[in-house]
């Protein structure tokens, strides 16, 4: 699991936190609380594009931009924004995802990619003589390419985190299970 350790300074969650370990052994309900807040909190950096501090993410290179379906990033599939995951132990709560990319994305770096050898497919018109990327189902002609080793840079982008405003309702979430 991609994870992010965060770990929150914050003077009254800590006292409201010990508080509560002093009347209780099983701190499980409170934490699943917690993970289902940033859950929610996770999404809504997805929604809005931007860190939980509230940076926007960097755009999109325009190269890619033009390839993808939407606008907004980290959304092409989904399958990112739906493999988030928290785990409520009987210490703490961890909230990441299984996916291998993740990491790339939370944290940036750069991704090396070997050369290779590709199928390039095109449609031709028969009329006209002239030829156009197509799809496997299309394609009338294909021509096999090498292409070169080459590194892409990957800002980051983190979803993962713990904002003031998710502190403030952190220690909600405490007070109400100290007056429970």
Not at 127 to 141: C, E, G, I
Not at 142 to 155: D, F, L
Request: proline share 4%; hydrophobic share 35%.
């Amino acid at each position: 699991m991609t994870q992010v350790k965060v770990e929150i300074n914050d003077t009254r969650v800590q006292q409201a936190f010990t508080r509560l370990l002093s009347q209780t052994n099983n701190l499980r309900p409170f934490l699943k609380d917690i993970g289902e807040h940033m859950l929610l909190s996770v999404e809504s950096n997805f929604d809005r594009q931007q860190a939980p501090d509230g940076t926007p993410w960097a755009p999109l290179s325009i190269a890619y931009l033009k390839s993808k379906k939407g606008p907004k990033t980290l959304t092409e599939s989904r399958a990112l924004r739906r493999s988030i995951t928290y785990r409520a132990e009987e210490d703490g709560v961890s909230i990441g995802t299984n996916l291998i990319y993740g990491a790339i994305h939370q944290l940036g770096g750069t991704i090396q990619r070997q050369a290779s050898t590709r199928e390039l497919l095109f449609r031709v018109n028969q009329r006209t003589d002239r030829s156009r990327f197509a799809k496997r189902k299309k394609a009338n002609f294909a021509q096999t390419v090498q292409v070169g080793a080459y590194s892409i840079k990957m800002p980051a982008r983190p979803f993962l985190g713990v904002s003031t405003e998710d502190c403030r309702r952190i220690l909600e979430i405490l007070i109400c299970h100290l007056t429970m």
